[in-house]
């Protein structure tokens, strides 16, 4: 069977300014992504999780289609991808919604872009506005609303043009723990509901296996793809408090092993990178007051 989503082999460079401790700006290419292969598919709950700086945001970048691989591809439904479209939504940290516009007008917008009619549009954004709970809110402004409800009228807003594809890049990381949680379930109930394929990005162990069917872990810059654990939870829905079954302690203590040295080398890469730039200022200083 194709797979949904189909990573192939990318690699993903930046090249940044650097300053060498003289006036002269040089560009010193840094690699983000190495070799990521992944497979996703269709319906499936996958998340990426891995240390600050691994290249997730990167990842997720080039499957929305905002940036390109410097070589490999990543495929839809056996094609590639070339740019963004609206087979794939994006659900980001920052809400992302327009502040002049009501909780049902955010939800209609992707559909006035894919030209549905104002009757229409209006009652699909309804029935995205009901599923994410936010029934008796949609005329209210983003500021009239929580971090939580901003958040869900951010995931209506992205379901209602029927994506694929669901792209999710640490959607609740800005929530307080009681609201996270309850997103986090209310994500699942929705995915359920919907069918979609997910990809979800965080930092958060407890929050991969608590999502993910399969919770892929990334190394440390150049990311990778350490490992892939599939979750083998059921009723990933029911009433039970998953978080204390034993076996998902355990899952997710395998992914702690996994990234624990991952984070470690990410904290010693950011300190470097911390007194590298450090030195260049202070070199400069003393370049600027010998002159
Ligand atoms: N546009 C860019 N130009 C230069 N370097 C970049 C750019 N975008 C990302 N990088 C670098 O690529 C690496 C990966 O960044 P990315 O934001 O994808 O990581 P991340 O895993 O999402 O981090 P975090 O968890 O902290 O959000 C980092 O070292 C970052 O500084």
């Given at each position: ?58 990842l997720l970048d080039l499957l929305a289609g ?226």
């Open positions: 069977m194709t797979a949904k989503i189909s990573i192939q082999n990318v690699q993903k460079a930046f090249r940044i300014k650097r300053n060498l401790g003289h006036l002269k700006e040089v560009l010193q290419p840094i690699s983000a992504l190495q070799d990521i292969n992944l497979d996703v598919k269709q319906g499936e709950f996958m998340v990426i999780v891995g240390p600050s700086g691994c290249g997730k945001s990167t905002l940036t390109k691989p410097n070589s490999g591809q990543i495929l839809l439904d056996g094609k590639a991808i070339t740019g963004p479209n609206l087979d794939r939504g994006i659900v980001f940290q920052q809400y992302a919604l327009f502040p002049w516009k009501t909780a049902l007008a955010n939800v209609e917008f992707g559909l006035e872009t894919k030209g549905v009619g104002r009757k229409e549009r209006k009652q699909i954004a309804q029935e995205y506005i009901n599923l994410v709970g936010l029934a008796g809110f949609e005329h209210r402004y983003p500021h009239e609303l929580s971090g939580g409800m901003k958040q869900r009228v951010a995931i209506a807003r992205s379901l209602a043009y029927d994506p694929e594809v669901l792209l999710m890049d640490e959607p609740f990381a800005a929530l307080d723990a009681q609201t996270r949680e309850t997103l986090q379930s209310e994500l699942l109930r929705i995915w359920e509901t919907t069918k979609k394929t997910i990809i979800f990005i965080t930092h958060g162990i407890e929050e991969a296996v608590y999502l993910g069917q399969r919770v892929a872990v990334m190394t440390s810059r150049p990311g990778r793809i350490k490992e892939v654990i599939d979750v083998p939870f059921e009723a990933r829905t029911s009433e039970e408090d998953l978080r204390s079954n034993p076996e998902f302690v355990k899952i997710r203590h395998q992914i702690w092993d996994l990234l624990k040295d991952e984070v470690h080398r990410a904290q010693e890469q950011e300190k470097d990178k911390t007194l590298k730039a450090n030195s260049a200022k202070s070199n400069v200083k003393g370049v600027a007051s010998d002159g």
